[in-house]
C-alpha cells in the first residue's frame, strides 16, 4: 500500500487548497468561536497610533452626532467632523456612501484611513486640500495625513 492509497490521497483528486480562501475561514470561525475582547481591541488600536511617535494629534474639536442641535427627520443626514492641530484644521463629512473632507489651510496631502478590516488604498489631497473616498470607514477609524514633512494623526473614533 502506498502513501496515496493510505491517506486516501485518490479521492482528494490532488486539488490544492487556496491558501487565501482557508485563511479568510480561519478568522471567519476564530471571531465566533475566540472574539477578541473590546479593551484588547482599544490597547492594539492605541499602539498602532504610537509608531507614527513624530506625528502630531489632532484633536476632534466638533462632532454632529455629539455638538450640533438635533434637527427633526435628519436621522440620514452626514456626520460631521472637524480636527485641529496646531495650524491644521481637517474637516470630514462621513455618508453611508463614503467620505470626503478638506484640508485647511489648503494644501496637498497624502491621507490613510486606518482602521476597519480592510484599509483602502492612500487618498490624495488636491491643491485646496479636498479629497474623498467611496468607501465609508467601518468601525474605529482614524486619519493619518502626510503635508510636507509633517504627519498628522486624528483621534480614534467609531464610525
Sequence with gaps: MN???L???EDWGHEELDAGLLEEELRR???VLDPVPAELQQIAFDAYALHDLDARVAELTFD???DALPVRG???APRMLTFQAGEVTVDVEVTPHGLMGQV???QPARIEVLGGPRPGSPLTADDLGRF????PPSGPFALRLRTGGDVVVTEWLRA
Design 7 to 9: 491517506f486516501g490521497e
Design 29 to 31: 470561525a476564530a471571531a
Design 64 to 66: 454632529s452626532l455629539v
Design 3 to 5: 502513501d496515496d492509497e
Design 104 to 106: 485647511l489651510p489648503p
Design 74 to 76: 435628519a436621522g440620514g
Design 132 to 135: 474623498t473616498a467611496d468607501t
